[in-house]
């Protein structure tokens, strides 16, 4: 067995979850969760291959402006099914106001920032999860479109979800034909709702799913709880480096 304060190569940080026994670790851009006992867990060569719930995938390293139709295809060629990590949409059309497509985009997003994080690659047809070909679908003038799911993930999420939480990037596959990416990282303002329909959404290895009332009031909680640790946490390097006892208070605007 390892011990649960074993740091692997190239992970950043790690920590045991008070409420269950999942390691959760940061890489560079990506935190990958593995619902496995400390025991179980092997001495990592690269990413997920030795955390036993994941297989080598070099797409989740690369911050999402550096992910390639490569990269892509080899989650395709692999057959990597999708669920708590990566999720799969053939493709979402926001431009014609649909309510249903853009309230899809913010409950995959809101489910990614309110659990580990993850991506959301749109443009990829699944059978049963499992995706088929990095096909793409029509994009047209790529950075309004881009500008267009940005504004939508800030301005239909309560809290908002920041703007240095989640990139995305667009990549041609052919013709006028593109993937989108959608890279989020894990929120420390979770729980996040979607206004469109006034839901809260997370992620478990089977993919999305509605939080309940319990679940949210908890995840209220822990954040609450976490930024009084991280008060705490900073009153007190401050304390330690202006040499007298006075303190700050942080509150999230």
Known sequence: GVSPEYKPPLLTQSFVSGTSQSLVYRFHYSWISCECQPAILRTPTYLWRDLKCGVDMPIFEKPVEEISLDDVEQLVSEGIQEGKQVEYKEYLNLDDGSADHKTTLLAEATSFAN??????????????????????????????????????????????????????????????????????????????????????????????????????RQRILQTEHQGETFNEFRNDRIATIAGDGERFDITSS
């Open 115 to 216: 659990s580990d994080g993850g991506h959301l690659i749109v443009g990829i047809p699944d059978d049963d999860g499992r995706p088929k070909h990095a096909a793409g679908f029509p994009v047209n003038e790529i950075d309004q479109t881009i500008e267009r799911w940005a504004n939508i993930l800030r301005r239909s999420t309560d809290p908002p979800l920041p703007t240095s939480s989640f990139d995305i990037s667009a990549i041609p596959t052919e013709e006028n034909r593109h993937l989108i990416v959608v890279g989020v990282d894990r929120s420390w303002r979770s729980p996040h709702r979607v206004t469109t329909n006034d839901r809260f959404y997370a992620r478990s290895p089977s993919g999305r799913f509605p939080l309940d009332v319990g679940e949210i």
